[in-house]
């Protein structure tokens, strides 16, 4: 899906050299340097997300910045490429002496550079997490529910909300997140006591007739999907699938989707925030109005610019005395939970060995070429 900052140069070392050969990472002096891995060029693009952060700090430096000092948005694109990931990371820290990694949006960027974060007593706030790593790692909490939350959401509105007995699902899976799916449906048995009518975790691109006909065989009456929308609901009309549910995962959430999905089709989308193309649910005001004042994109990515810019400056105002790395991995690590609208649960770092904070998923249903926001506020899995 096709979702960023300018790439700052590497900035001239104007200060001496520590004896461990790197910058010192903060102080009480000029600006406070946040890192970011995006992807604005590749295969997976977010050019909005790293513009949005920056769009927050701005705000808070015309407002005095933080304890006098400015935030200054260090952003690197990957283009999900893991030698320029693991560089960018290493840029960050030992060149630019960032303080923090927040509003990262990569496909590569946790499970590449976990190790790195560890070793170097760095947080990351992810404004997007894609592969599990975000999600089991120490130094990092994304603000998203991820693909693995949002997929046992999926299967669990599809089972109690909608009450289909024969469930099913249909994905593409990016290198390295087949198990995290796998859990993810395992949670949902174990919450449900139910079992998948149909699992597909290799659909790929072309033709999707094989993928739905297999579907039919199994009289799935509800099905997950994650790829091209367009062909896919176009054959299923033609395979006359009128009465199936289709449940689409958060990147399939645009208006440029809901727009081609047939008027006599079934398409239901899971989303990671309350929904964007609804600018009055809570929370949502204050983000377009943001994107809105910057010519920004206004997408589910960009909502999760603007809340983990904003959690990360909400942390960083608690700080007693020097904003430093350690300080801010101290504080990240002892913060208490933070309620933010948008979002289906607190959110919150914490000292634990993994962190996956965000469990809810709010649906929307196609509706007239655009996206209805369905009743019942967030669904958050729970034994039943």
């Given at each position: ?7 700052a ?7 001496s050299?520590?004896?461990?050969g790197?910058q ?15 992807g ?6 977010t050019p909005?997300?790293?513009?949005a952060?920056?769009?927050v700090?701005?705000?808070?430096n015309?407002a ?6 400015k935030?200054?948005?260090?952003s690197?694109d ?5 030698a320029r990931a693991?560089q960018?990371?290493r840029?960050?820290?030992k ?6 990694m ?7 960027d946790?499970g590449?550079?976990r ?6 007593k760095?947080?990351?706030i992810?404004?997007v ?5 975000c999600f089991?790692?120490?130094n990092?909490?994304?603000v998203?529910?991820?693909p693995?939350?949002?997929?046992t959401a999926?299967?669990?509105y ?10 099913c699902i249909d994905?593409?899976?990016?290198p ?10 395992k ?10 009518a149909?699992?597909?975790l290799a659909v ?9 006909v ?5 009289g799935?009456?509800a099905?997950?999907y994650?790829?091209t929308v ?12 009128q009465?199936v ?15 081609v999905i047939?008027a ?8 990671e925030w309350?929904?964007?193309t609804?600018?009055t649910l809570?929370?949502n005001e204050?983000?377009a ?5 910057n010519g ?6 960009s909502q999760?610019a ?6 990360f ?6 700080i007693?005395?020097?904003i430093t ?9 002892d913060m208490?939970p933070i309620?933010?609208p948008?979002?289906?649960s607190?959110?919150?770092?914490g000292?634990?060995?993994e962190?996956?904070?965000?469990k ?8 007239k070429?655009?996206?209805k926001?369905l009743?019942?506020?967030f ?6």
């Open positions: 899906m096709k979702r960023t900052c300018t790439t140069a590497a900035a001239a070392l104007a200060i050299l520590t004896a461990a790197c010192s990472s903060g102080g009480s002096d000029g600006p406070i340097k946040v890192g970011s891995i995006n604005i060029t590749g295969l997976f693009q909005e997300v790293p513009k952060v920056k769009a700090f701005d705000e808070v015309a005095g910045g933080v304890g006098g000092r935030l200054e948005l260090v690197r990957d283009a999900m490429d893991p693991g960018a990371a840029e960050l820290i060149s630019e002496g960032v303080v923090a927040a509003g990262s949006s990569s496909a590569v946790c590449l550079n190790a790195t974060y560890g070793k170097e760095i947080v990351s992810p404004a997490g894609v592969d599990p790593s089991t790692s120490p990092i909490a994304p998203n529910p991820g693995y939350a949002l997929t999926m299967l669990y599809a089972s109690e909300t909608l009450k289909r007995d024969k469930v994905y593409t899976v990016l390295g997140s087949g198990g995290g799916i796998e859990n993810a449906i949670e949902w048995t174990n919450l449900t006591g139910k079992s998948l149909h699992k597909n790929g691109q072309g033709d999707p007739t094989r993928y739905l297999a579907d039919k065989n199994a799935c009456q099905v997950l994650n790829a367009a062909p896919w609901f176009a054959q299923a009309r033609t395979q006359g699938m009465n549910d289709f449940l689409l995962a958060a990147n399939s959430y645009t208006d440029a989707n809901a727009k047939p006599d089709m079934n398409a239901y989308a899971g989303t309350q929904p964007y609804d600018p809570p929370g204050r983000w109005k943001l994107v809105d004042e920004i994109q206004k997408t589910a990515f999760g603007v809340m983990a810019a904003d959690v400056v909400q942390v960083l105002k608690g007693q005395g020097d790395r350690a300080s801010v991995t101290k504080a990240f690590k208490k309620d933010y948008m979002a289906g607190p959110w919150v770092f000292p634990g060995g962190h996956s904070p965000i809810g998923s709010q649906f929307v249903k196609a509706d070429g655009g996206w926001v009743p019942g506020g669904t958050v899995p729970t034994k039943k």
